[in-house]
């Protein structure tokens, strides 16, 4: 994804801000190693899973990864800043070229491979193989609305993303500026408090309850990084989404729980609060020294490991966790789903994303 500007200018004399000015390749580079963290912080939930290990391990880690599932709205947050900023002064026609061509590539390639794997015999996977019909359904990415099952259960998180991207291209169609920005996301606030009792499932389906609040939380943090910290709608925003977004994670807890380890509400609250924490620090600019090179390519892997991690990965660990102490087996999986997201991205996702441009243009 690309990244928002960083140099904060002085705090102009008028009320019309000053975007920050951006630096060097346009890239924020603390949000690429936000991105991978929240991407190893989802390996870790799935690897570290008592379910693959035959109990609970791994000491104080052990009680640190049935949280970690939370990295996923850390994701979600991130996306809303990013994308509102990376529509800014873009058609829609840009838009939907930037979505398409920085999606597709990389999930296209990953689908197959995963696909390909879960359907070796012999392999201990985790649940059903996948069907050649289910393989070339979710290459649409749309598999979930059409009732299709995962080819990996880590794509759920797109049909989230694939309706944020479709209400806000509503914006970029009417042409992306702070007050249309504001509108949208109180307009999808109130959609939010009334899609539950409404009887609409269409409604529901757009207003997406359950994870709207950190979209919308994404964009305020990115209003506050360019408009500046004195704007009150965006803190506002961030006020009453966070308060929904904790309510929401009563179910969710819930339903993270299991036999072995009931989830505490304080906890996730807590991680989620941090979160929150970071993405205000980076709207503040307190995170702008964190700029290291090596960043920008954190981030550009984030995406395909996040999509080829959890089918294949633990498809590994349950063939090979008694081959070695688990010390050593769950980095060594770990580093490797890094390293296949590494050369996907390298191999697969830059070369692919470079042909659709052409097809575009």
Known sequence: ???????????????????????????????????????????LYHFASPDIWGGTRFGVLGAIAPYSWLG??????????????????????DFVRSRVVRLFPAYWF????????????GLPVDGDRPTVSTI????????DPLGVAEVDHSYWTLWAELRFYLLFAVVAWLGVNSRRVLAFCWVWTAAVVLAG????????????????????????F????????????????????????????????QNYSTGQHQLSWTVCVT?????????AAVALGLLDRIDWRWLSVAGAISYPLYLVHQAIGTTALRAWHDAAPAWVVLPGVM??????????????????????RKAFR
């Not at 904060?8 to 801000?17: D, E, G, K």
């Not at 803190?235 to 309510?247: C, E, I, K, S």
């Open 1 to 43: 994804m690309p990244q928002p500007s960083l140099a904060a200018p002085p705090h102009p004399a008028r009320s019309t801000p000053v975007p920050r000015q951006a630096t060097a390749g346009g890239r924020l580079r603390v949000l690429d190693g936000l991105r991978l963290l929240a991407a190893l912080m989802v390996m």
């Open 72 to 93: 996923v709205e850390l994701f979600f947050l991130i996306s809303g800043f990013v994308i509102c900023m990376s529509t800014w002064g873009k058609t829609l026609r």
């Open 110 to 121: 990953c689908v197959l491979l995963t696909g390909a794997v879960l359907l070796v015999p």
């Open 136 to 143: 070339l359904t979710n290459l649409t990415m749309v598999q």
């Open 197 to 220: 009792d409404s009887g609409i499932p269409l409604l529901s389906t757009l207003a997406n309850p359950g994870y709207a609040p950190l979209f919308i939380s994404g964009i305020a």
């Open 222 to 253: 990115y209003l506050i990084r360019r408009d500046g910290p004195r704007s009150r709608q965006p803190w506002a925003l961030l006020g009453v989404n966070w308060l929904f977004a904790q309510h929401n994670l009563v179910d969710t807890a």
């Open 271 to 279: 991680v989620l609060t941090g979160c929150y924490a970071l993405m």
């Open 335 to 356: 580093a490797g789903m890094v390293a296949v997201g590494w050369l996907i991205h390298r191999f697969v996702e830059r070369p692919g994303s470079k042909a659709l």
